[in-house]
């Protein structure tokens, strides 16, 4: 080989180094970029369309669960105004024959998961017919929790029983 054909050999290998270097280099760089920020956007399409999925899905049983909410809403009394639970509980009483005093209830104690009311109840005359209350006061439409009873037989030559009974009742806030 010649020398000038050599010194174009060179040349040439010198001039496809650097159009590599410049050009096709960074070209491949770019591509391999691309192809990562469009499998994170694929990954993110991906992740999106579960989501809508999901949301779906949700709102298919949307009314199954509102249906369930509202029942268990049901169960709770009003924090602010437990007339309705107190009238309940007096109604109850003077079906099964029992004398009845609700003394004031504690607030709410903080801390629990659920808001709750407590009512000191004592009640007043025969244990069958206090038997036929509390089973009222379970089967009752309230979330009820019975946290203490003591029974004593009445003083003073009286007959029947007095009972004394704690009862938490959960509220809605």
């Known amino acids: 080989m010649t020398t000038s054909r050599k010194t174009i050999l060179i040349g040439f290998g010198i001039v496809m180094a650097i159009f590599i270097a ?14 990562r920020d469009l499998v994170f956007q694929k990954a ?3 992740e999106l369309g579960q989501k809508i999925q999901n949301l779906n ?8 669960y509102r249906d369930d909410l509202d029942k268990a809403e049901e169960l709770l009394i009003n ?13 109850e009483a003077q079906r099964s024959e029992l004398g009845i005093e609700i003394l ?11 808001p ?4 000191k109840l004592t009640l007043r005359g025969s244990f069958d017919n ?4 509390l089973e ?9 929790e019975i946290l203490s009873l003591n029974a004593s037989e009445r003083g003073g030559g009286e007959p029947g029983t007095e009972i004394m009974v704690l009862i938490k009742v959960y509220a809605k806030d």
Request: glycine fraction near 2%; hydrophobic fraction near 40%.
């Open 116 to 119: 709750s009311m407590n009512f």
């Open 57 to 64: 899905e949700f709102q298919k049983s949307y009314q199954s």
């Open 22 to 35: 410049l050009v096709i280099y960074p070209l491949f760089s770019e591509i391999q970029k691309e192809s």
């Open 104 to 114: 004031p209830f504690t607030p709410e104690k903080k801390g629990e998961f659920w």
């Open 130 to 133: 206090f038997l036929e209350f």
């Open 44 to 46: 993110k399409l991906a």
């Open 79 to 91: 924090s602010s105004e437990p007339v309705n639970f107190i009238e309940f509980l007096e109604e």
């Open 136 to 144: 009222k006061l379970e089967s009752a439409p309230y979330l009820i």
